[in-house]
């Protein structure tokens, strides 16, 4: 069965500074790869994606994540941080089964 | 597209009571998920349905939870008795299932059973 850790809990970040989040995943073949993120009282909002193709993908809201499979990893990124974006992140795998797992999530914080 | 629709957005009850949570998925999907959302567990998938028949209810705790899709439009998740240890945030998700597990997650359902 395919899992998702996310290492970070809790990361703090000014604003306008960079933002990377990380995320390593265990399945056996190629995985769909999503992140995910959750303001403060609302549902769960898709972010980006990856599916195959080009390792580096694109994203709403100026995100965009790299797959590595060497390193298992699917790294969330932004250059430049802004207020809004203080939420919890969750990166989740999927198999051929049309399940998710979730990773425990991160939640970023912005200080001005 | 309205996106996925979820009933109430919040409830609170007393221990004992039944509680019904209601979903309706985006038009044309055919997988519909129910998670559950708490501080200590994190995001736990509890039951997923595939063109209106449950496909895998693992997740589901106990007898006291059940659920339901009578048709591909609508489905609930019901909880008789609850009790204080159902508080959590409730959440509905759709997809298409040949889309590769992208899910579509509603605004939730806070639950409180005091």
């Known amino acids: 069965a395919q899992s998702v850790t996310q290492p970070d809990i809790h990361i703090t970040v000014s604003e306008g500074a960079s933002l990377e989040l990380r995320c390593n995943y265990s399945y056996g073949a190629t995985p769909y790869l999503f992140w995910y993120v959750q303001s403060p009282g609302q549902g769960l909002q898709l972010l980006l994606k990856?599916?195959?193709?080009?390792?580096l993908v694109q994203g709403i809201k100026g995100f965009e994540a790299e797959f590595k499979r060497s390193q298992s990893s699917f790294n969330l990124r932004k250059p430049s941080v802004h207020w809004s974006d203080a939420a919890e992140y969750f990166c989740?795998?999927?198999?051929?089964?049309?399940?998710?797992?979730f990773g425990a999530g991160t939640t970023v914080t912005v200080r001005a | 597209d309205a996106g996925v629709i979820q009933s109430p957005r919040h409830e609170v009850t007393e221990m004992g009571q039944e509680v019904t949570l209601r979903c309706k998925p985006i038009s044309g999907h055919n997988s519909l998920f129910w998670y559950r959302q708490t501080m200590m567990r994190g995001l736990e998938l509890l039951i997923y349905f595939n063109n209106n028949v449950p496909i895998d209810d693992s997740g589901m705790p106990e007898d006291r939870f059940s659920a339901k899709m009578p048709n591909a439009s609508f489905s609930t998740l019901k909880i008789q008795p609850s009790e204080p240890r159902d508080s959590a945030v409730y959440f509905c998700?759709?997809?298409?299932?040949?889309?590769?597990?992208?899910?579509?997650f509603g605004p939730g359902t806070r639950l409180t059973v005091t």
């Open positions: 990856y599916f195959s193709g080009d390792t």
């Open positions: 998700a759709s997809s298409l299932a040949s889309s590769t597990n992208e899910q579509y």
């Open positions: 989740a795998v999927g198999a051929n089964d049309y399940k998710l797992s």
